[in-house]
DNA sequence: AGGATCATGTAACCGGTTACATGATTAC
DNA sequence: GTAATCATGTAACCGGTTACATGATCCT
């Protein structure tokens, strides 16, 4: 499964507690692999359970007691195995909702199919200035939660914040040129 | 549930059985939308029992009956009100497997990573080719199983293309401009 | 002879989401 | 005072995947 492996991952670089593991998937890998808390914790209990990592539990005064999870040899072994194995066929699953209103677009009003392209351009740029913030602070070298300080690992985080900014540019324009097209159409339309 | 939306979607166009729905999905949907055989059938049971479909046997003699699929008028109701009820935010799941370990990808040797990222772009050309044979296909109008072949259906089935091609053709330049970074990065490690 | 196509389903499993439960401390 | 942070979990639910079951006809 994916997420031990991101997780194993993780803690290739370091022990760590489920809590924090959570904030390194929100700082970082959330761009490639999100993970919700209930499920970062039902996995380490399950990691644990097979021997992958191993767990010390740390008493503190003035917050709740923190369990440490180390990853362990047969952990590393099955990370690395996993890394180095990479899938024959990469078949994404293609389940988007945006897109299949778009697949019906031709049920709605055209007016109505504009306003919601504009609204997905919208929140797409959003979002790329969110991306920018993230990957400027990284390029400050200020975020904490971005495992691994080698040249090497950021070059590697830098490709995945690369390919998100490539592809939101990429739907932007698409969004941009369907409204055009419709446009068209309906001009053509009319005349007609 | 966005699934049983595509089906009432798809049963908006003319009543069908299981299969033809499966099939609808495989040859035009499922760039957007993918279903298997056993969900179809499972959420056809289910949209009966709410009334937003309903069936009918056609008994057949050398083939095995076939069940038909209507949609209702509270169906068509509940389809359209979906359609027209954009969500307000586009939260696409970023889990992808293939970036998880390029994320991870320092801990591997560089020839290893170059390797994956041409396996990646040969395979995404692959994919390039059978998109634009479906298009080429879906222009001649020779596809039975794209529903709707108004002229309007098919300007917004060419958007789905379209986007399938433009990001497609990103993720590729993506990749070898990865791989001539990560040949730039190991040059300069080089010489230092 | 053997695989694809037509045609319908059931059952188990797996992983992601949401809700529930608890409770102190710190920053605005 | 109230929201966020720290910290750990459990339980139910939901939807997607895989495997199982059946069986005729058509094409190579």
Redesign the pocket.
């Known amino acids: 499964?994916?997420?031990s492996y991101a997780m194993l991952g993780i803690l290739s670089y370091g022990p760590m507690?489920?809590?924090?593991l959570k904030?390194v998937f929100d700082k970082s890998i959330s761009q490639v692999w999100?993970?919700?808390?209930?499920?970062i914790?039902?996995e380490?209990?399950t990691l644990e359970k097979n021997g992958y990592v191993s767990s010390t539990i740390q008493k503190?005064e003035?917050?709740?007691?923190?369990?440490i999870y180390t990853i362990t040899e047969i952990g590393k072994d099955a990370f690395l195995d996993w890394l180095g194995d990479f899938p024959e066929k990469l078949v994404f699953?293609q389940?988007d909702e945006f897109m299949l209103r778009i697949f019906f677009g031709s049920k709605l009003e055209k007016e109505e199919v504009i306003k919601q392209f504009e609204r997905f351009i919208f929140q797409k740029n959003q979002y790329m200035g969110i991306l920018s913030e993230i990957e400027d602070k990284f390029n400050e070298g200020g975020n904490e939660f971005v495992i691994g300080s080698a040249e090497k690992d950021k070059l590697f985080w830098h490709f995945t914040i690369k390919r998100s900014k490539m592809t939101l540019k990429t739907v932007i324009k698409w969004a941009e040129e369907c409204i055009k097209e419709l446009e068209q159409y309906d001009a053509s339309e009319i005349k007609s």
């Open positions: 499964m994916s997420l507690t489920g809590y924090g904030k999100a993970a919700s808390l209930s499920q914790y039902r380490l209990s503190q003035d917050r709740p007691d923190k369990r699953p389940r």
